[in-house]
């Protein structure tokens, strides 16, 4: 298989879904943004459902990429919080335009695989928070009571992570998301000054 005619599919795919939505774009739409006959697209991809999940697995891919990158290059505790906290709403926004599409349309597919995407991507950011956490006990910067509850508190971050996550869906719009990241960046302030010890600042 050739990845980058693939990856070809995928891109004039994505430009296509946020320009028609996903329930008027056609496999005809793809190939001809893509500048391929139809013929080749059902070489590389099932159908349409098909191509909208290869899209939002490799947005997932990505974001995940980048996050633990910019994770692993932060120095400092406080550091790699906030980019744990804030980068994937910042990445999530990049993508502003496809999900505000089919999100107006309530698009079954994607609402679907959204859910299951959640669950995979929660999971994957509580074991990002731990290892953090863990990377901050053995360097003694959290303050000592939080020491031994520090498992307690990333459950409680999830929460909080999943009922704001539900919150933007629910009211999806550029404004709120953004509204999201300014709260976040406040979030991890007040949290950081109560876990971090002054010296380690």
Not at 66 to 90: D, M
């Amino acid at each position: 298989m050739n990845v980058e005619k693939a990856e070809t599919i995928l891109d004039a795919a994505n430009k296509v879904f946020i320009r028609y939505g996903y329930h008027k774009t056609t496999m005809d739409d793809i190939a001809q943004e893509a500048m391929i006959g139809k013929g080749t697209i059902y070489y590389y991809f099932n159908s349409k459902e098909d191509i909208f999940i290869k899209i939002l697995e490799k947005i997932k891919d990505e974001m995940s990429s980048t996050i633990n990158e910019k994770i692993e290059s932060a120095n400092t505790f406080e550091e790699k919080f906030k980019v744990y906290l804030i980068e994937p709403t910042r990445l999530f926004m990049t993508h502003y335009k496809l999900f505000i599409q089919v999100l107006n349309e309530e698009c079954p597919v994607f609402l679907k695989k959204l859910q299951e995407f959640r669950l995979v991507a929660l999971e994957d950011r509580k074991l990002m928070l731990l290892k953090i956490f863990e990377e901050a006990k053995e360097k003694g910067v959290l303050k000592e009571k939080y020491t031994m509850s520090y498992e307690k508190l990333i459950n409680l971050l999830t929460k909080i992570i999943v009922y704001s996550g539900e919150h933007v869906r629910m009211n999806f719009s550029e404004d709120t998301v953004n509204d999201l990241i300014n709260d976040y960046m406040l979030f991890s302030d007040i949290l950081i000054n109560g876990l971090v010890l002054q010296e380690e600042k």
